[in-house]
C-alpha cells in the first residue's frame, strides 16, 4: 500500500477539522488540532478559500465550511441516490421523536457520520455530517462492530480503549461481551461515553453477513425517559428493515466492505 502523501493529509486533516468544528477555527486552533505549524497551514488554508472550501471570516477570525464542500457533498449525494432515500426515512425518525439522527459507516476504528438530522429542540446534539469519532465509545459504533469477531475487535484496537469521557469504556473485554449483546438484541446503547449529557440508542444495518452501516438517534440524557426510550427503539426497528434493502442496492456497501 502506498504511502501517505503528506501535504494532501494536511489538506485532508484541516477541512476535517473545520467541518467537525460546527461553529469555525482559528488559525491557532486548527494547527493546534492538526499539528500542523500555522506557517505550513496559512498557504493551504489561502488556496482552499480561493476556491471556496472554506470562508473566512474577518470579525471571527475563523475558517469555516465553504460552499465548495456542499456541492462536494451534494454530488455525492447525487452518485449515491440511496442516501437520499435513507435522509428521508432519517426526517421521519426525527419528526416522531423529535431527536436528532445520524447515519455512518465504519472506518477503521471509528466512524465516518455520512447523514445527520438535526432534532428542532433547542437543546440537542448538534449533528456534524463529516466528523469522526472511535467506535467504541458510541451506540452507532458498537452497532458496526458488533458484526465482528472478538479476534478482529482487538485488532483493530492494539493500543487499547481512548477515554472520551469518564463513561468510556477502555476495557477491550468488557466491550467485546457488550458487543455480544448488540448482536443478540439488534440494538447498541450508550451514555455519556462519548459526549457529556448524552445518550445514544443504534441499529445495525445488515447486509449478508456484514454491518454495512449503522442508524442512531441521539438525545440529551434527562429527555431519554423510558416512554422516550421505547419510542426510539420502536422507530429504529420498523426502519431498520426498510433501511437494510436501500444500503443493499447502493454503491455505498462496496466501499464499506
Known amino acids: 500500500m502506498p504511502e501517505t502523501h503528506r501535504p494532501t493529509a494536511r489538506v485532508v486533516a484541516a477541512l476535517r477539522s473545520i467541518a467537525a468544528s460546527g461553529q469555525g477555527l482559528t488559525l491557532s486552533q486548527l494547527a493546534s488540532q492538526t499539528s500542523v505549524a500555522k506557517s505550513t497551514l496559512f498557504p493551504i488554508m489561502h488556496t482552499l478559500r480561493d476556491a471556496g472550501w472554506v470562508v473566512y471570516d474577518e470579525a471571527t477570525q475563523r475558517y469555516r465550511v465553504g460552499p465548495g464542500m456542499y456541492e462536494l457533498g451534494a454530488s455525492y449525494l447525487a452518485a449515491h441516490s440511496g442516501?437520499?432515500?435513507v435522509k428521508a426515512i432519517m426526517t421521519g425518525i426525527v419528526a416522531a421523536c423529535g431527536e436528532t439522527c445520524?447515519?455512518?459507516r465504519l472506518a477503521g476504528d471509528e466512524v465516518s457520520y455520512?447523514?445527520?438530522v438535526d432534532s428542532p429542540q433547542p437543546i440537542r446534539m448538534v449533528a456534524s455530517v463529516g466528523n469522526r469519532l472511535p467506535a467504541h465509545s458510541t451506540a452507532i459504533g458498537k452497532a458496526l462492530l458488533s458484526r465482528q469477531r472478538p479476534d478482529q475487535?482487538?485488532?483493530l484496537y492494539p493500543h487499547g480503549?481512548?477515554?472520551m469521557t469518564a463513561n468510556t469504556i477502555t476495557n477491550l473485554d468488557v466491550l467485546i461481551q457488550q458487543l455480544d449483546q448488540v448482536r443478540r438484541e439488534g440494538l447498541a446503547y450508550e451514555t455519556e461515553e462519548s459526549t457529556p449529557h448524552i445518550c445514544c440508542v443504534a441499529v445495525p444495518l445488515i447486509v449478508?453477513?456484514?454491518a454495512?452501516?449503522?442508524?442512531s438517534v441521539a438525545t440529551p440524557v434527562f429527555r431519554f425517559t423510558p416512554e422516550k426510550k421505547q419510542l426510539i427503539v420502536r422507530l429504529l426497528l420498523d426502519a431498520k428493515p426498510k433501511l437494510e434493502r436501500i444500503v443493499a442496492a447502493t454503491p455505498l456497501v462496496d466501499e464499506a466492505g
Open 83 to 85: 442516501l437520499a432515500d
Open 102 to 104: 445520524y447515519f455512518g
Open 114 to 116: 455520512l447523514l445527520a
Open 153 to 155: 475487535v482487538r485488532r
Open 161 to 163: 480503549l481512548r477515554a
Open 208 to 210: 449478508g453477513i456484514h
Open 212 to 215: 454495512v452501516a449503522a442508524v
